[in-house]
Each structure stands twice: as C-alpha cells, then as structure tokens.
C-alpha cells in the first residue's frame, strides 16, 4: 500500500503549494478591489466566491473540464475568481484536446466579458477589457496546446527510439542467429568428412589385420592425428553454439583446394576419378569456389559412408558466363553404411547452393548409381 501511494505523494504537494497560490493571489484580487469604494459593497461578494473557487481548484486539478466550467461561471459573478478560472482554463489547454480546450476558453472569455459588463474596471473602456479578456484566453489557449503538442512530440520520439532500439536489438540477435548457424553449418560440413575419413581407416585396419607393420602404423597414426583434429572441431562447433566465445573465422577453402580434397580421400582408400574441365579457374569469384568445394566434400563424405569401397566419379566443367557445373557418381551400397548418416547433410547443402544462386540435384538413377549434381552462376 505505501508503494502505491508514495507515487501520489509529490503530486499532492504540488496540488497544496498551487492552491496556496492561488488563494493569495484571490486575496490580492479581493483586497485591490477595496481601494475603489464603489466596489467595497461587493465584499461580502468576493469573499464567498474567492473561498468557493478556490475551494474547487482540487476538482479543476482532477477533472478539469468540469473543474473549470464551475470557476468560469463564478468569474462571471466576481473578479476574485479570476485567478482560478485563468488556471483552470490553462490546465484543460495542458490535458485535453483542441476542441474541448477551445470550449472551455470561450467559456471562460464570455464570463468574463459578462463580468465586464457588470463590474467594469474603473478607467478601462469596456472595448479595451474585452480585447484584453480575448487576447488573454487565445493565449492560454495557445501555450497550453503547444505545451502538450510538444508533450506529444517527445513522447513520439521516445517511441520511436524504443521501437528502433528493439529492432536493432532483433536484428543483432537475428544476425548473431545466422552467423552461428552458418558456423555451425560449417563445422558439420568439416566434421562430417573428419569423421568419415576415420570410419574409413578404421575399416582398413578392421577388414585387413594381415596389412603390413608400416601401414598400420600409418592408419594408425592418421587416425590419432584425425582424431585429434575432429575434437578440436567438435569444440568449436560447441562453443560455437554455447556463445561463449568469438572465435576467428576459420580460414575458407577454395576452389583451388579442390585437388587436396580429392587426393585425401585417395589417401584414404577411395578410388576417385577426378576430371577437371575448368577453364579461366582465377577469375572464378571465391564465394562460388568455396560453394563447389563444399558439394565435392559432401558428395565424397556421403560416399564414403554409403559405398565404402566403390570407386566415386567428379567431373568440374565451367568457364566465366556459363556457369560452373559439378557432378558426383557413384554406385549404390547394398549394404549397411559405414557411418550412419542424420540426412541434414544434403538439406544444408541444398541451402547453400540455393543462397549462392544455384541448383543443387541429387537422387539415384536408373541403373542404381547415385548421382549429385550443382550448378553454380560464373558471371563473365
């Protein structure tokens, strides 16, 4: 209960110290008046009015338009509540719109020229008085709309920096978004061919324990170096996803790193056969080289995992304004995969393709090879 009303607090003595004001200021109203002995038989007049219409500022500070209406038509009857009609017509231009503040200041202006009419100020023609009484509601008027206009104003621009503010706030979290997932994309591309190059040295040394001392020290010691590796990417790809760190971007392969690629897997056991057809590979633009790179790598992990042992066919033709085409063959497995696959692989890749503004096709064909075909733009 105090948390609620300590709000009202400085609210409700600045409502005292304004009606004290004001009520001095009738005082002063009704005092001046007595140093004209024609207006001294209207004392007891003024007295009452005063004290009534200050006694209604708390209804002009909570209703306003109600608030008032009341003192203007007591100012019609007296000058002593001429003070609390003025800030009553004030306090309606603050708070309330154009056209009810307009109502209320004619209001005020018409009793005021009534009580003009009745009691006019000694020595101020009654046309000077009503000009005066015009120009001074018009400018009540006036400041009490601008004061809110601008009121208004702030509170727009207030909005609109908040509203900007949570939509920068969107976009840095929609772009913190993708950057993670395009990291984590990349870690899974990378992770994936680590790991089937692993499964496949391990089914080397599985499948033919009879291979000589120095080639099982050799898969042997590819696997440990493999392993190593895919856990420092597993870590990356965790901590990717954790948000913990900021980490450097890991240097982006090429389309020159093409025949790397090719000859680990070779390495590896894969019978590759790799036909380049590319022509002007330099000027190829290097978001398009990494997308080609990407869809070789997936094809060979694929087949690695599907059809260990089989032979993988890559052909890459292209050259600048006809686009760069890729295509990966390889029989169909009849038997258990190397490594079980998620099938996110080809959906990530498929992304990619389509974000670098190509096609990607892939499906078995009729005589049961598995086919996986790209089609990437190469302006001229």
């Not at 005292?16 to 004392?43: E, N, W």
């Amino acid at each position: 209960m105090s948390e609620l009303c300590a709000p009202r607090r400085p609210r409700l003595v600045v409502e005292v110290l304004a009606v004290g004001a004001i009520a001095v200021l009738v005082l002063l109203t009704v005092v001046g008046r007595l140093s004209d002995p024609a207006q001294r038989k209207f004392l007891w007049l003024d007295v009452l009015v005063g004290v009534v219409s200050v006694g209604l500022m708390p209804l002009v500070f909570r209703r306003p338009v109600q608030g008032a209406i009341a003192v203007a038509v007591l100012a019609a009857i007296s000058p002593a509540a001429t003070p609390p009609s003025t800030v009553g017509t004030l306090s309606v231009a603050l708070r309330k719109p154009l056209r009810t503040s307009i109502l209320v200041a004619g209001i005020g202006t018409v009793a005021h020229l009534v009580q003009g009419l009745w009691q006019p100020i000694d020595g101020l023609p009654y046309l000077w008085y009503a000009v005066l009484v015009v120009v001074v509601h018009a400018g009540l008027l006036g400041w009490g709309q601008g004061v809110q206009a601008r009121q208004q104003l702030l509170e727009s621009l207030r909005e609109r920096a908040r509203r900007a503010e949570a939509e920068q706030g969107r976009r840095v979290a929609e772009a913190r978004s993708l950057e993670r997932t395009k990291m984590a994309r990349e870690m899974h591309d990378v992770l994936a061919h680590r790991l089937s190059l692993l499964a496949t040295y391990a089914g080397a040394l599985e499948y033919r324990p009879d291979s000589s001392p120095e080639k099982l020290a050799k898969a042997a010691g590819v696997i440990r170096t493999g392993v190593h590796q895919a856990l420092d990417e597993l870590r990356e790809v965790i901590n990717v996803l954790r948000d913990e760190e900021v980490y450097e971007a890991r240097p982006q392969p090429t389309f020159g790193d093409l025949r790397a690629l090719v000859d680990e897997s070779r390495e590896a056991g894969t019978t590759i056969a790799y036909d380049d057809r590319v022509t002007d590979a330099t000027s190829l633009p290097p978001a398009t080289g990494r997308t080609a790179y990407r869809v070789v790598q997936e094809g060979l992990t694929n087949a690695r995992k599907h059809a260990a042992g089989h032979p993988v066919q890559v052909i890459v033709t292209g050259h600048p304004g006809d686009g760069l085409r890729i295509e990966l063959t390889n029989p169909a497995s009849n038997g258990t995969p190397l490594v079980p696959g998620s099938g996110t692989g080809l959906v990530g890749l498929t992304e990619r393709v389509q974000l670098a503004g190509g096609t990607l096709d892939h499906g078995r064909e009729p005589g049961g090879a598995f086919r996986l075909e790209a089609s990437l733009p190469w302006p001229p």
